[in-house]
């Protein structure tokens, strides 16, 4: 069973940065893709950024320069690196993986609150 852990949110003032972990186990396939969404208070689900096994990295346009994903595919584990933080970046962040079979599994979120 294909479980993903997060870790890392919480309140931070505006500027301030937060690094948000998600730690996946139970997969007995290769994750090809994993990334990050958001969902904030009335608003629709948004993807923050995506990281293909080859690399490549996909942000949305309003973290763009301020926000960074990394994987460490020894740990498992996907990271979000989250600078100069900003009130509208408050939302629950949800990892989650794609596996080679386009399977995909999503974490329980964390949530990030940004103080004004």
């Known amino acids: 069973q294909v479980q993903l852990v997060e870790s890392g949110g919480g309140l931070v003032q505006a500027g301030g940065s937060l690094r948000l972990s998600c730690v996946v186990s139970?997969?007995?396939?290769?994750?090809?893709?994993r990334g990050w969404y958001r969902r904030a208070p009335g608003k629709e689900r948004e993807l923050v950024a995506v990281?293909?096994?080859?690399?490549?990295?996909v942000y949305a346009d309003s973290v763009k320069g301020r926000f960074a994903i990394s994987r460490d595919n020894a740990k498992n584990t996907a990271y979000l690196q989250m600078n100069s933080l900003e009130p509208e970046d408050g939302a629950v962040y949800y990892c989650?993986?794609?596996?080679?079979?386009?399977?995909?599994?999503w974490g329980q979120g964390t949530q990030v609150t940004v103080s004004s």
């Open positions: 139970g997969s007995s396939f290769s994750i090809r893709t």
């Open positions: 990281i293909t096994d080859d690399g490549s990295r």
């Open positions: 989650y993986v794609r596996d080679i079979r386009s399977f995909s599994f």
